[in-house]
């Protein structure tokens, strides 16, 4: 690639070689049709592509290496390490004071946004699927990446009620569901466990 090309276009390049990856190695469990507002037509059955978590729980304790100045867990950087190593780098943030939400887990250290296409716009169809293999590989890889949660495109998706599957998010009273921030649609938010 040429150093002109933009982080989003990197992004979208290493999610597209990614897929590639993925079909190749479950043999086509995942579909390239994505449903709107909902996740994947197909399903990503367990890769098992991601390194399991081994290392002691913790507080925020390491610098947040998406440049926010503040810090992450040690299960977050994993989680973030294994993401790179998986798809290259994209547009994340992670740590922030988020001071309008005193539940998030942004000053926790422990949640992070990965954003598909252009932040506060609603995205476009590749941004979208590239959204989805990014969000269904966090589901598929929960338990070794110590994943609590994953909303995407107005769903969540989470440990607690994995039986449930994809749900509608609601914005907890907190957020607007239908912008494109507030409804998770310009980014991926994924939340790791204490």
């Not at 507002?37 to 304790?61: I, K």
């Not at 252009?118 to 969000?135: H, I, L, M, Y």
Request: charged share 10%.
């Amino acid at each position: 690639m040429s150093t002109a090309t933009s982080p989003a276009t990197t992004w979208g390049a290493a999610a597209v070689l990614g897929l590639v990856s993925v079909v190749v190695l479950v043999g086509g469990a995942i579909s390239l049709d994505v449903t709107p507002g909902g996740p994947p037509a197909g399903t990503l059955s367990d890769t098992r592509d991601a390194t399991p978590f081994t290392g002691a729980g913790g507080g925020c304790t390491i610098f947040d290496p998406t440049g926010t100045g503040g810090c992450v867990t040690p299960a977050t950087a994993w989680l973030l390490q294994q993401a790179g190593a998986r798809f290259g780098q994209q547009p994340t943030s992670c740590w922030d004071a988020h001071a309008w939400n005193p539940t998030s887990d942004h000053p926790k250290g422990r949640g992070c946004d990965v954003t598909f296409g252009t932040a506060g716009r609603f995205p476009g169809e590749s941004d979208k699927a590239a959204g989805w293999v990014f969000a269904m590989w966090l589901v598929s890889n929960a338990k070794a990446l110590h994943v609590s949660y994953v909303i995407w495109q107005g769903q969540i998706w989470s440990t607690a009620r994995a039986g449930e599957g994809w749900r509608t998010y609601t914005g907890g009273g907190v957020y607007d569901p239908t912008s494109p921030v507030g409804g998770h649609y310009d980014h991926v938010h994924v939340s790791v466990l204490p």
